[in-house]
């Protein structure tokens, strides 16, 4: 499975930006897409995910009531829609596909297929 995010950017604090992430490959009805952020010197955190058919999607306390992922069901392609964003947002986002059987949402070991990052920088 290939990957591709885009949307990053610059923007004020309480500002929104959207997120893609375009998968193309081999896929499977037992995947998810991840959105993780991370910043220099820190560990990639976890931010959301929702299930390859959408109907099931899980957030980070951080996040969580700001943060929406969702699909879009004409392509395989995800979002992350980011509103009211804050300076601690700062990160590089990147999406991964994970795969998942009985539990959601899936182990963050269980991650495989990783895109490039993008950057989001909240000014204050």
């Known amino acids: 499975v290939q990957l591709q995010a885009s949307g990053g950017g610059l923007v004020q604090a309480g500002d929104s930006l959207r997120l893609s992430c375009a998968a193309s490959?081999?896929?499977?009805?037992?995947?998810?897409i991840g959105w993780f952020r991370q910043t220099p010197g820190k560990e990639r955190e976890f931010v959301a995910a929702?299930?390859?058919?959408?109907?099931?999607?899980y957030y980070a306390d951080s996040v969580k009531g700001r943060f929406t992922v969702s699909r879009d069901n004409a392509k395989d392609t995800f979002y992350l829609q980011m509103n009211s964003l804050k300076p601690e947002d700062t990160a590089v986002y990147s999406c991964?596909?994970?795969?998942?059987?009985?539990?959601?949402?899936?182990?963050?070991?269980?991650?495989?297929?990783w895109g490039q990052g993008t950057q989001v920088t909240v000014s204050s």
């Open positions: 991964a596909v994970g795969s998942y059987g009985s539990n959601w949402p899936p182990s963050l070991y269980n991650y495989d297929y």
């Open positions: 929702i299930s390859w058919s959408g109907g099931s999607t």
């Open positions: 490959g081999r896929t499977s009805s037992r995947y998810a």
